[in-house]
């Protein structure tokens, strides 16, 4: 049969029933055997084909529901918006504050990243540093890249606990823990960590961390844009004319007072 003459409402048909399809489910809904013909009609409809499973299986745009951070699963087969498993591994790792290893990567997209940050590396497309004994993958370009390896290095990125475990699995103690510690912060330190954990936690992490917190999925979302938007003021944590008043002041106004007694 000739290719032209092939209607893609099959295709589009089959996606909209079981949302995914192998090559060979839309062979049979095209009822050809031909893998161009497909993947002509394919492109004349626009498609995406999944990062993990070895590019497997395949959906169209309009049936993938992306979340805030690019990615979409249909019964633990994952789809990126910005396409293939090396392409969302560079995504991720160039708009991160602070790099990724390879596990954390790994966490992330729910696969085995190694391959493909290794890949991004010896390309020149991805720059690494030997930091605490980890390679840290952050992105080529230097201002970025030197941005993201302080931060990897502070004290705030080093911080021990790891929320991107599932929440199931934590004991209550870890939970009374991570709850005590999220107390101690102020408002935007709350904030902008609980946005932090959910974007390391991947799909569903507002929900899951604003649970586990007792916040607003609104104020975790707010929390990881401004992380991830670079709407964070670094240097400056309180609002102007917070905290503590000057020395000078204070002494300045007790000597007032002394001189009224």
């Keep these: 049969m000739n290719d032209k003459t092939l209607n893609p409402d099959p295709i589009v048909n089959l996606f909209k029933s079981n949302k995914i399809a192998t090559l060979d489910e839309i062979k049979q809904a095209l009822r050809t055997s031909s893998t161009m013909t497909v993947f002509r009609k394919l492109r004349s409809i626009g498609y995406l084909s999944s990062y993990s499973h070895r590019g497997k299986y395949y959906t169209i745009p309009g049936i993938a529901r992306f979340d805030q951070t690019g990615l979409w699963p249909w019964h633990s087969i994952w789809f990126s918006k910005f396409g293939n498993l090396v392409e969302t591994s560079k995504e991720f790792v160039d708009s991160s504050i602070a790099g990724f290893t390879a596990k954390e990567l790994e966490k992330a997209l729910h696969v085995e990243t190694k391959h493909s940050l290794l890949k991004l590396f010896q390309a020149k497309r991805l720059y690494r540093e030997r930091i605490s004994g ?117 002494l300045r106004k007790s000597s007032k007072e002394s001189k009224g007694c």
């Design 134 to 250: 980890l390679y840290v993958y952050v992105a080529f370009e230097p201002a970025k890249r030197k941005s993201q390896i302080a931060m990897r290095k502070s004290s705030v990125s080093q911080f021990e606990f790891d929320l991107s475990y599932e929440l199931q699995a934590l004991s209550e103690e870890l939970k009374a823990a991570i709850i005590l510690f999220f107390s101690l912060l102020d408002e935007k330190q709350r904030r902008l960590y609980a946005g932090l954990e959910a974007f390391k936690m991947g799909y569903g992490g507002d929900r899951k961390i604003a649970q586990l917190l007792g916040l607003n999925e609104h104020t975790v979302a707010k929390g990881r844009q401004e992380l991830f938007t670079g709407q964070v003021e670094e240097h400056r944590i309180r609002q102007e004319g917070a905290g503590r008043k000057p020395v000078e002041k204070k």
